[in-house]
């Protein structure tokens, strides 16, 4: 029992005595797992391309071979780790880049689509331009759009896959216009 208190003073003695750095330290599987996280994030939300995605996934593959191949000796010397932290610091910054670098300003997103699709629709039901049925079909349309967009955006939006979503928008958003400018149709 005495040994055991001796090793527990001992262990919180070295952990108060070690500097702030060293405790908010990640170990290498825990920035791995938050760096393929933030691709796979950037992949859902579009911040991220196909091609971007695959790079940044080689590299990502590549630092995780490396660092089997550093431990498959004797486990990670501290310029083993070193180097490993480099790299990943490295990687980060380009996820960051990628994630950040708006190669896509001209494309608007699905839900600021989204949203205005239904401010049109609610202000065309409420001044009677639309009626009921119509908002439905419009709305339905619109979520079969959501779910092409959906499957799209699993392994990252292409350019060719943008471009499908702004067609199918634009012809749903024409059907709006003539539906709310169809005169003949307008409640009385």
């Known amino acids: 029992m005495k040994k055991f208190l001796a090793m527990a003073v001992a262990a919180s003695a070295l952990a108060v005595a070690a500097p702030a750095s060293a405790q908010s330290w990640q170990s290498i599987n825990q920035r791995q797992a938050n760096l ?21 996934r080689g ?5 995780a071979r490396l ?16 180097d490993l932290d480099m790299r990943l ?4 910054a380009q996820i960051r880049f990628e994630r950040n670098d708006r190669q896509d300003r001209n494309w608007q997103p699905i839900n600021q689509r989204q949203r205005q699709l239904d401010n049109r629709i609610d202000r065309g039901i409420r001044d009677g331009r639309l009626t009921r049925n119509e ?26 896959e943008r ?4 067609r199918r928008f634009d012809r749903l958003d024409a059907r709006l216009t003539a539906s709310l400018n169809d005169w003949d149709r307008r409640r009385g």
């Open 36 to 56: 393929d996280a933030r691709i796979d994030a950037g992949v859902r939300s579009g911040d991220l391309t196909r091609n971007e995605a695959a790079r940044l």
């Open 67 to 82: 660092e089997a191949r550093y431990r498959a000796s004797y486990g990670l010397s501290n310029a083993e780790r070193r």
């Open 163 to 166: 471009r499908d979503l702004d």
């Open 135 to 160: 908002a439905y079909q419009l709305r339905r349309e619109y979520g079969e759009i959501a779910a092409l967009e959906n499957r799209y955006r699993r392994n990252g939006l292409t350019l060719a």
């Open 59 to 63: 590299e990502f593959r590549e630092l």
């Open 89 to 92: 610091d490295r990687l980060s």
